[in-house]
């Protein structure tokens, strides 16, 4: 029995030791479809660091307590379940300096004295800092303090012209001001995911804390090609434009928000407001966003050393069989073709282990989007970061939540300012 035991000590160091170990170690390699399993095992030990070492203790007392560290196999299995700790530590250390980087990243785009700059009336919804309590359940999503509206039609494609409405449990009233909007468009490579499964810390906080956020399903590929998603994407900022003031919201002020294809979706609505060709129907409506917060986004696969299958994967899942292999048509779904000085603030958040989108290419675009934007443009590498990290409660993921909330309550004090001049 001990014997066993030891055996079982053995393989679960290993597997944890090499779990923590993908979560350290960033990939380097350009192409193979090993850096997609890669990611998700370093997401998984990145962003629940708290519970696979709370995992790692209590089942090494386990072993221990059945004899397991009598026989070699258990030494080694020790060792290695030490090994992960130690590893764990790393990352976790790692995460805990995220408050200082992502605050030194909005200051210098915004300046040092940005938070004076935030109304005071917005200050005071701000979250101080983060506490344990705010990450040490990672996958709780709990709806405390939020009012849903669910499966609300903004378009005539059934389930996949929905969206829900999230928004402070108490009412707005005629005495409380329409409260700014956050549109957030779901990831999943324009082929997968659903408008209440992605990023929810950041949704639920912000419909906590004075917002209302409008999240959206989108008709997806292969079913649906390219421009269906954007233009589903524009359908409901223009639904939001005639009919978010019935549910509390200011319809002058939306901001968008997104992770991987969904901040794909979100750049090209930054950078393309009014473009007829992707508001077929709807030419009219006003497509402007007033700021846009993509994180881990695709903006410009030709041109930085990105994964060359998963790029070609993607033109034969999304694009119009007919065109696909069209430059132009490739360029077309591509948000890094239309940056333009008139772009709204932009923050830009990406991970530096990210095995999906390289860190060198979220660099790329934001060098050349600073090139031209009027507009400030902030940018955040989150260190260790994967693909998806900002999906559960993890240190990483609520200093990131508080840095954006900051950033929306700066842009949107601007935006009071300009509205109270005009006025007076």
């Not at 980087?101 to 040092?112: D, F, K, M």
């Not at 003031?245 to 979100?266: H, Q, R």
């Not at 990210?354 to 860190?359: Q, S």
């Amino acid at each position: 029995m001990k014997l066993v035991v030891a055996w079982v000590w053995l393989a679960f160091g290993a597997a944890w030791a090499g779990l923590a170990l993908v979560a350290v170690v960033r990939w380097t390699a350009r192409e193979g479809n090993a850096r997609i399993y890669w990611d998700s095992l370093a997401l998984a030990a990145n962003e629940l660091t708290l519970p696979m070492m709370l995992i790692a203790l209590l089942c090494s007392a386990l072993f221990w307590s059945v004899g397991g560290a009598q026989t070699w196999p258990g030494h080694a299995g020790a060792a290695l379940t030490g090994l992960s700790l130690l590893l764990l530590v790393v990352a976790l250390q790692r995460s805990a300096g995220e408050g200082e980087r992502l605050e030194q990243a909005l200051q210098a785009a915004l300046g040092a004295d940005y938070r004076s700059r935030i109304l005071p009336e917005r200050a005071r919804l701000l979250r101080a800092d983060v506490r344990l309590s705010d990450w040490a359940r990672p996958l709780r999503f709990d709806l405390d303090g939020i009012e849903t509206v669910a499966d609300v039609p903004y378009g005539e494609f059934g389930e996949r012209n929905r969206l829900d409405i999230l928004r402070p449990a108490t009412p707005a009233s005629a005495s409380v001001p329409p409260r700014p909007v956050l549109l957030h468009i779901h990831g999943g490579g324009m082929m997968t995911g659903r408008k209440n499964e992605a990023a929810l810390p950041l949704v639920h906080h912000l419909a906590r804390s004075g917002w209302v956020v409008v999240t959206i399903n989108y008709r997806l590929a292969p079913a649906a090609r390219w421009p269906a998603q954007v233009i589903d994407c524009k359908r409901a900022l223009a639904w939001i434009r005639d009919h978010i003031a019935e549910y509390g919201g200011d319809p002058g002020f939306v901001a968008v928000t997104g992770g991987s294809a969904g901040g794909n979706l979100s750049t090209h609505l930054a950078f393309t407001p009014g473009m007829a060709q992707y508001q077929t129907g709807f030419e009219s409506a006003d497509t402007h966003v007033q700021a846009a917060v993509p994180f881990y986004a695709g903006y410009d696969w030709e041109n930085y050393p990105g994964p060359e299958p998963m790029k070609h994967w993607i033109y034969a899942q999304v694009l119009p069989e007919a065109t696909r292999d069209d430059p132009r048509v490739q360029a077309d779904i591509r948000p890094d073709t239309y940056r333009n000085a008139e772009a709204p603030p932009f923050f830009v958040l990406t991970g530096t282990h990210d095995a999906l989108v390289p860190v060198e290419a979220t660099r790329q675009f934001v060098a050349k989007l600073r090139a031209v934007a009027r507009a400030p443009v902030v940018y955040a590498e989150q260190l260790g970061g994967n693909h998806g990290y900002d999906g559960q409660h993890s240190l990483r993921t609520e200093f990131a939540v508080n840095a954006v909330h900051r950033f929306l309550e700066f842009v949107y004090s601007d935006h009071l300012r300009r509205q109270r001049t005009s006025a007076s």
